[in-house]
């Protein structure tokens, strides 16, 4: 089976550290949550890192520091495991999907319910440690995290659902921190929100063919061969947005220098963008990593 021309799109790689080293038992959990490709785990923490460095307005206190880090990995882990459950049936007919835990039969899904469950007990432990309004906030994501598998069903925007959820973490920050959740905190969560759109609508033109057979839904497929245009207005939001919240928050001079910075980056990205070519995009998609890092780079060096 091909997919685009490429022979191979799978995600899970047999063979790696996963199937090396863990016991058996625990593979199809450590697959379920993500672990063994952690670079949705970074593109959710350095925007969360980023708003507790602005939030701090410096280095942010180290206990807040592990508590957002660890509710980050869960919950961009159990959304994960919700995602797969919802999709258990697609999956098994989409190149890049077909060996997933639940779509290739590895685990079941009431394994799969249980280790949910563990994933949002652990998560919600964390709240412990926040204050009544953190809390109250937190809660406020869940039904974006339970909603977003179905929207591909029904909107070609389900990125953005993803998105509004997996970033959820900026705002609670502000509420952490300060009490509050500011303009200028809002419109840099937005341009999160628009920067992910953006990189996950590159890698949604991997699945083009089969979503389209399997009557799915997604932005690349809404776009279609005017993809590079939009996303690269995604971008341009993004960076409008992170510089337009910057000054609302009294970020300094330097952080100005790390939106050029970033805004090279995202036009580089752009420019490489090639709709036909899985591989390049999935590069860039993993690019990606370094716009986060850059962002909360200029976020620190912002409070100069």
Same mark, same amino acid.
């Given at each position: ?6 022979? +191979? ?22 697959? &379920? ?53 919802? +999709?258990?049936?697609? +999956? ?29 007990? &652990?998560?919600?432990?964390? &709240? ?78 991997? +699945? ?97």
């Amino acid at each position: 089976m091909t997919t685009l021309g490429r022979p +191979d799109l799978s995600d899970i790689h047999r063979g790696d550290w996963v199937d090396r080293r863990l016991p058996i038992a625990w593979r199809p959990y450590t697959r &379920l949550a993500r672990l063994d490709r952690p670079v949705g785990i970074w593109l959710t923490l350095f925007p969360c890192w980023a708003a507790l460095v602005q939030a701090s307005y410096g280095l942010p206190d180290l206990r807040q520091l592990a508590i957002f880090s660890l509710g980050a990995l869960l919950m961009r882990s159990a959304g994960s495991t919700v995602n797969d459950i919802a +999709d258990r049936k697609f +999956d098994g007919h989409v190149e890049r999907t077909r060996f997933r835990p639940l779509a290739s039969g590895q685990i079941g899904v009431r394994q799969a319910l249980a280790f949910l469950v563990i994933q949002l007990a &652990l998560a919600a432990s964390l &709240l412990l440690f926040l204050t009544p309004y953190t809390r109250l906030v937190a809660i406020c994501v869940l039904p974006l995290v339970f909603v977003y598998p179905l929207c591909k069903r029904f909107t070609h925007w389900p990125q953005a659902v993803l998105r509004a959820a997996f970033n959820w973490g900026m705002l609670m920050a502000w509420a952490e921190v300060t009490g509050h959740i500011p303009a200028g905190a809002v419109l840099m969560w937005a341009g999160a929100i628009a920067w992910q759109i953006g990189y996950d609508t590159v890698y949604a033109y991997v +699945d083009v063919k089969d979503d389209s057979q399997l009557g799915l839904k997604s932005t690349a497929i809404l776009f279609g061969p005017n993809g590079k245009t939009y996303i690269g207005l995604f971008y341009a939001l993004t960076v409008g947005a992170w510089s337009l919240g910057g000054w609302l928050l009294g970020m300094s001079l330097p952080y100005a220098i790390g939106m050029l910075v970033i805004a090279a980056h995202l036009a580089w990205q752009t420019w490489r963008i090639d709709l036909a070519r899985p591989e390049v995009n999935f590069g860039l998609f993993l690019a990606n990593i370094l716009t986060g890092a850059l962002l909360a780079c200029a976020a620190f060096i912002g409070t100069w």
